[in-house]
């Protein structure tokens, strides 16, 4: 089983509706962050948490909310969902590093594609 | 503010090439980490290096090579004799000490097409 499982893989939704992108980990890292890939934009950073009661912004979180429900859980919303928040998300993880502290490595679930018609 | 400049958008290469993704960086932490992940056609993102920046030396990993230098804020990858299974999308990363390496910021990435 992955260390960090994105739920759904795939989802094709309608303009308007909401959706959630689920995340959880088993690697017990204290950080998780969600990031979005367009082609040809790399992946760019939405949101990230370094613990339940710690959520920031990044660099594009409009039309974006998310929740940190436990250690082990990140979950992004799109509370009424437009097409040009059609990507590929992902969900990653990250955590001090074995003799090297923090390095800001970064552990990637498998994605998740949303569409949005 | 930090940025990762990959100018490559694509690159097109017949299997035995030898092929460099090029890295430019720029970060005012005099302490940071670089990156490389592969995204390969089934979209998931592998971790392929790491490096800290008081290491210089380049690094080797069977037909992978990593050169960074400081002095031109690069940190290039090279692929020697190419295969059609190193056709993927690749990512140069960075994070900084003075954000305490709390994100990565990353280029835009490199498509990479090995031909038979």
């Known amino acids: 089983d992955a260390d960090v499982t994105q739920t759904p893989r795939n989802r094709i939704t309608k303009t308007g509706k909401r959706i959630m992108l689920e995340c959880s980990q088993t690697?017990?890292?204290?950080?998780m962050y969600w990031y979005r890939q367009d082609p040809g934009l790399g992946l760019r950073l939405i949101y990230y948490?370094?613990?339940?009661?710690?959520?920031n912004k990044g660099e594009i979180s409009d039309g974006y909310s998310v929740s940190r429900q436990a250690q082990a859980k990140f979950s992004l919303s799109l509370e009424s969902a437009i097409p040009n928040q059609t990507a590929l998300y992902f969900c990653?993880?990250?955590?001090?590093?074995?003799?090297?502290?923090?390095?800001?490595?970064?552990?990637f679930g498998e994605g998740s594609r949303l569409t949005v018609l | 503010a930090q940025k990762v400049t990959q100018a490559q958008t694509e690159i097109s290469v017949v299997e035995k090439e030898d092929v460099t993704l090029d890295c430019v960086y720029e970060?005012?932490?005099?302490?940071?980490?670089l990156f490389w992940y592969k995204q390969p056609p089934s979209g998931e993102l592998v971790f392929l290096i790491r490096?800290?920046?008081?290491?210089?030396q380049n690094e080797i990993s069977g037909r992978y090579s990593w050169n960074f230098q400081k002095s031109t804020s690069s940190f290039n990858f090279t692929i020697t004799a190419s295969q059609v299974v190193d056709s993927a999308v690749y990512f140069c990363?960075?994070?900084?000490?003075?954000?305490?390496?709390?994100?990565?910021?990353f280029g835009k990435g490199t498509m990479l097409l090995v031909s038979p």
């Open positions: 990653a993880t990250s955590d001090l590093q074995k003799g090297q502290g923090r390095t800001g490595e970064l552990f």
């Open positions: 690697k017990g890292h204290d950080r």
């Open positions: 948490s370094f613990d339940v009661k710690d959520i």
């Open positions: 970060t005012r932490d005099t302490t940071y980490y």
């Open positions: 490096r800290n920046s008081f290491d210089e």
């Open positions: 990363a960075l994070s900084g000490m003075n954000s305490g390496y709390s994100t990565l910021t």
